[in-house]
């Protein structure tokens, strides 16, 4: 079982790897990263010596590198997770290198896909962001009828990818399965998103800024419960469908940030809300009932447990930290954004 896994050397890309090598014996994979700034071959440290496991370093906006590796490799399946992820720089540092990975890659790759008849599936990683937003008071989630409202960049490029999907099922028969997932939390996840990004600040005895009122909603789910429905997908999804999975796990930013406060044994008074972010959805939320019930997968992880696993995770590795804030020089470009968005005087870095 081969299987392509492009993007590999991310938070949700290296969690993916790690899983499938440790449940399939028979399974190959061969990792196709571009290794910017959030890839790091440090998530893989661990199985960097494993016969099964290849990297080769690679963009998948360049077409020509990519045809190469699926011409060498052969796949039989394959699944990417190659993206630019960060909402904040896709507003402030600009779309086009999204545009080039999200939309150019994804095109490139379902080229690939389309002229080798023996991939039995390509699972696109996609994103609930791409739905646009909820009420805060409203019940609604989005199913996988909800039609695309993307309303920052990241989330209209990943839409742009799904589409192309979309469109190479229905006109060439490509057999690929597109999967929309809430927010992510876990081991091995680059510091500008919120929770290590908020743990970081904590060990740095820094206050924690949040947007607005702190009071926009998002479904967590544990890294390992996201890798599964994607296995799910890889070995049974049905060629030609979308599938939403989520943590079923509401929670606004500012109760993420009182619980890691409360890990630090800190107050109130070490939050800081600054201006809001242009765009900012205010509510996801996701029905995953079709994965449920057409593929059997459920989450299993139970959010209590799995986020202190996760803030000890954090802690326990200071190295794994220490090398990327060596690899990213300044340690979190976001900083620079959020001053951007002024206050927070006292976080000077
Ligand atoms: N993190 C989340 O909460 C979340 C939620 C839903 C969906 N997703 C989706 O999951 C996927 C993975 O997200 P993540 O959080 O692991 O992101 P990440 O930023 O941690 O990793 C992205 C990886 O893609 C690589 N990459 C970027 N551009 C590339 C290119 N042009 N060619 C080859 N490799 C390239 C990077 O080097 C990095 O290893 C993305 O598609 C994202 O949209 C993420």
Known sequence: MKILVTGGAGFIGSNFIRYILNKYNDAQILNYD?????GNLENLKDIKENGRYK????????KNSLDEVFADFQPDLVINFAAETHVDRSIHVGAKEFIDTNIT???????????DSNIKKYVQVSTDEVYGSLDLDSENEFS???SFAPNVPYAATKAGGDLLCRAYNHTFGVPVVVTHCSNNYGPYQYPEKLIPFLILRMLEDKKIPLYGDGENVRDWIYVLDHCSALESCLFNGKSGEVYNIGGDNE????EIAKRILRYFNRDESWIEYVKDRPGHDRRYAIDSSKIQQELGWKPKYNFEQAFDETVK??????EWIDGVRKKTGVFNPHIDLWKEHKSLDDNKV
């Open 313 to 318: 995770w954090y802690l326990n590795n200071p």
């Open 251 to 254: 929670l606004a930013n500012v």
């Open 55 to 62: 990297f080769v370093q690679g963009n998948v906006a360049d």
């Open 144 to 146: 996988e009828e909800t």
């Open 34 to 38: 571009a290794l910017t700034y959030s």
């Open 105 to 115: 890659g994804v095109f490139n790759i379902l080229e690939a896909v389309k002229n």
